[in-house]
């Protein structure tokens, strides 16, 4: 594929992508108006659900089968991936079932937040939906790779979309609480995941018995990964967790609110993340080293460029927006925790796209080093702003965090290249 191919394709791939997160735009707007619903404290219980849980569970059970995919699909035969993802799913199902079985053994009162226990049985579903998610995200990053932009955001935009609808007859069925919005997490995703598995199923792709020989190299990338990931996890989970634990439940809730709106910025990763690496890895897969390096200086410019003008106008668009305006009416320090948290979160975005050179290289654990090493620093500037600044502090600790982690990626690749 030629640079002018390679932009054609960006290109549409940008398009396809921006158009399907409009599903996930109205989706945020939905998370921002239950605040209406839910008192913060309820939020703040339910994002520590979701954050902790559900992220953790996601980042530790799935094995990172979406970097081996995306870095080895374009240079190896599709019935050694198809082995590799079979035997990769069946352990991710071990490992679920067994940490279901743990959490169901556990007493009730090592999940209780401010006097209110979360059951046994809200967590367990937490970790069956992520359990499940294994298969929709290999669905989503095979379509991705192998540059089908469409079919891959059908699986993310299924889930995102769902959601607030199954949560909203869960509201009428249940009442205005918590458990609603933790149904429609679980159901979405294990709805999602067994549609993954009889769609993978007939297309071949977990045909093949996976063998110990078979699993060896996807474990030895995937297990660093796993490190990174659960980092990723960890600036969000730590963040919340020390606010609740030094400035209560409610403003856990306050901080979830902030971020949900920082995540707009998240919707400009997504879109450039699965329009970037399918052309990035076929480039370096070819040979085509100089092309890959350009299309990775472009993409960080246009990610950057737009990140800037969304740490300008999302607190605008809260503050003016009257039904917004009323959802935030509680704290001046959400407008606050905005502009940082969205900055951060674009120091993410331009940091994932420059891992892409050593995931390349299958330096994953040098990948994982970096993300470890920013989530201890994410950890260590919380304990010591959120005491004093509450959830503006865990806001500056996320952007403390994630442009370490952008300048350390940034200079370990252009050594690596020198």
Known sequence: MDAANTKKTFRRNVVIYTMASA???LVQLAHLLWTHLLDQ???GRFAILEGVVFGIAVATVTLAPQAYILVNLPKK???AIAGALGGILGLAFLV???VTLLIMALPESLFVLEGEAVPRWAVAGVLVAATISTVRIMAQTINEAQSQPTRASLWSDFVDGTRPFIAIALFFLLGWTWEARWGGLVLAQVGAG???ILILSRQGWLARLPSLTALREPLRFSLPMILAASAYVGYQSADRLYVALFNGVAAAGRYEAAYR???LVNTVNVVTLHSFNPLFYTAYARGDREGAAKLLRKTSLQVGGLVAILVVLLPLVVMHTPILEESYRTSRSIIVSIPILAAGLGFLGVSLLWQAPLLARSRAKTASAIAVTAALVNLGADLIL????GEVGAAWGTFIA???????TILVVRSQRA
């Open 23 to 25: 599903m996930g735009g």
């Open 41 to 43: 404290a309820d939020y």
């Open 77 to 79: 035969p599709r019935p």
């Open 96 to 98: 679920g079932t067994v």
């Open 194 to 196: 067994l549609a993954a």
């Open 261 to 263: 709106v920082a995540l």
């Open 386 to 389: 959120i005491p004093h600044m």
């Open 402 to 408: 994630f442009g370490l982690m952008l300048v350390i």
